[in-house]
Structures are given as C-alpha cells and as structure tokens.
C-alpha cells in the first residue's frame, strides 16, 4: 500500500513559478513510475508528467511540455512539479499517482492517488 499526500498548491499570478510536492509512504517508493495529472469540473483528468522509478526518464503533456519538470528524490520518497510561465488555463487540482511506468501513467493507468492540491492561476 502507498499514500501519496500532495503539497504546495495555492494561488499565483499568471507568468509566476510554483512547485508542487507529493511525499509517498511506503519502502518501495523507487519501484513505482510517479506522475501528475490535473482535473478541473466538467473535464476528463488530464496527464501532465511523468518520471520512471530511477528518475531517468520523463514525460510531458504538449501542454506543459517546457514550462513544467517533474523529478523525484527517491531518498526522500518525494515526487516534485516543478511549474513555470504558469497560464489561467493550468489552473486546477494536480494530482500525484503511483503506477506502474511512465507509459501506464501516461495512459491514464494508476495504482495509487493522491487526494490532490488546488492550483489556481490568475491573469
């Protein structure tokens, strides 16, 4: 079993930088693919990264694609966003899953989730 607990959501201007946390339980946290997706009502949840187990390789929506980076301290059982040049649009609630690999993730495949954090962006 895997907790994921999501931090560092919260209000910020458009244009600004904001860094997501998501601190994992458990003594297999490098086994699992790590990613975030986000949510907003009335829309399907939306893939935006993903990181392998040892960190080595990653993947982003097109959306975020070069302003947003995800990476992981497996030392620390903590997966990070890492987000820049934020949009009114990226406003929403991220959400850390544990799955798989970052193909599983990516297609919308997850073992675990967290209860996610609110981002709201304003212009």
């Known amino acids: 079993q895997v907790q994921l607990v999501e931090s560092g959501g919260g209000l910020v201007q458009a244009g600004g930088s904001l860094r997501l946390s998501c601190a994992a339980s458990?003594?297999?946290?490098?086994?699992?693919?790590m990613g975030w997706s986000r949510q907003t009502p009335g829309k399907e949840r939306e893939f935006v990264a993903g990181?392998?187990?040892?960190?080595?390789?990653?993947v982003y929506a097109g959306s975020v694609k070069g302003r947003f980076a995800i990476s992981r301290d497996n030392a620390k059982n903590t997966v990070y966003l890492q987000m820049s040049s934020r949009k009114p649009e990226d406003t929403a609630v991220y959400l850390c899953?544990?799955?798989?690999?970052?193909?599983?993730?990516?297609?919308?495949?997850?073992?675990?989730w967290g209860q996610g954090t609110q981002v709201t962006v304003s212009s």
């Open positions: 990181v392998s187990g040892s960190g080595g390789v990653t």
């Open positions: 458990g003594r297999t946290f490098s086994s699992y693919a």
């Open positions: 899953a544990a799955g798989r690999t970052v193909a599983s993730l990516e297609g919308g495949s997850y073992d675990y």
